[in-house]
């Protein structure tokens, strides 16, 4: 279990290096302390979930373009969040598709009574 464990927050890291720049197996083994082909499974693993390319160097990174970010935030972050969306969609038409969508994706992590307002706000 305590492998599995390492290759999981390896992969973690290998996320959050990839998206800051560009990096050889060479290069990200020994960031992380693991072999070269460890960083190479590792990698290969990682572009299952991720689209990784590969730069003019050989060198390999996220290609953001086609990257989803994915941010955790607690419940009164989601709140504040909720807020600003709520007031950009009431205040700006072009905002308005893009802030619906953003609060439709906030419902899931708030708690009732709040899931149903923001579902609510959300159709608006």
Same mark, same amino acid.
């Given at each position: 279990?305590?492998?599995?464990?390492?290759? #999981? *927050?390896? &992969?973690?890291?290998?996320?959050?290096?990839?998206?800051?720049?560009?990096?050889?197996?060479?290069?990200? #083994? *020994?960031? &992380?302390g693991v072999d070269r082909t460890t960083a190479y499974r590792y990698r290969r693993a990682l572009e299952e979930k991720i689209f990784i390319i590969q730069d003019d160097s050989g060198r390999w990174k996220?290609?953001?373009?086609?990257?989803?970010?994915?941010?955790?935030v607690n419940l009164y972050e989601s709140l504040s969040l909720y807020l600003a969306s709520r007031r950009a969609s009431q205040q700006s038409?072009?905002?308005?598709?893009?802030?619906?969508?953003?609060?439709e994706k906030m419902a899931g992590t708030l708690?009732?009574?709040?899931?149903?307002?923001?579902?609510k706000a959300a159709d608006k």
């Open positions: 279990m305590g492998t599995s464990m390492k290759k #999981a *927050e390896c &992969l973690v890291e290998m996320e959050r290096l990839y998206l800051q720049r560009a990096y050889s197996d060479a290069d990200m #083994a *020994e960031r &992380l996220i290609d953001r373009t086609r990257y989803l970010s994915n941010i955790r038409r072009i905002a308005g598709v893009h802030a619906a969508s953003a609060l708690h009732q009574p709040m899931t149903s307002r923001l579902v």
